[in-house]
Nanobody, 132 residues
């Protein structure tokens, strides 16, 4: 079965760190760009980060929203068919449901990675709550 499954979300205090995981099955994650998005209550789903396929010309390049740059790091473990999102110094505004998605683009990642319609497969999401 082709699917993505996110995990790792929980309740954390401000300033703490958390790592989210995105597990792929039925296909090879490294053949695709994989993006992390988040959706807070009452808000649109927004792009957080993306990592290009290491087989693409971008060769594993990473992209971040300005709001998380310097705090979040996206990475791959190809042996485990996983993508991770390491989130450091979490703040209450990071509270959201986090989703990973499979990208349909292989070039010009900067143009496409934040666009939801450029992803054809999503996980069910994992809740991250940052609160004291």
């Amino acid at each position: 079965q082709v699917q993505l499954v996110e995990s790792g979300g929980t309740l954390v205090q401000p300033g703490k760190n958390l790592r989210l995981s995105c597990a792929g099955s039925g296909f090879t994650l490294d053949h695709y760009a994989i993006g992390w998005f988040r959706q807070a209550p009452g808000k649109e789903r927004e792009g957080v980060s993306c990592i290009s396929s290491s087989t693409a010309t971008s060769d594993g390049s990473t992209y971040y929203a300005d709001s998380v740059k310097g705090r979040f790091t996206i990475s791959r473990d190809n042996a485990k068919n996983m993508v991770y999102l390491q989130m450091n110094n979490l703040q209450p505004e990071d509270t959201a449901v986090y989703y990973c998605g499979r990208g349909t683009f292989y070039n010009d990642h900067r143009l496409y990675w934040t666009t939801r319609n450029e992803y054809d497969l999503w996980g069910q999401g994992t809740q991250v709550t940052v609160s004291s």
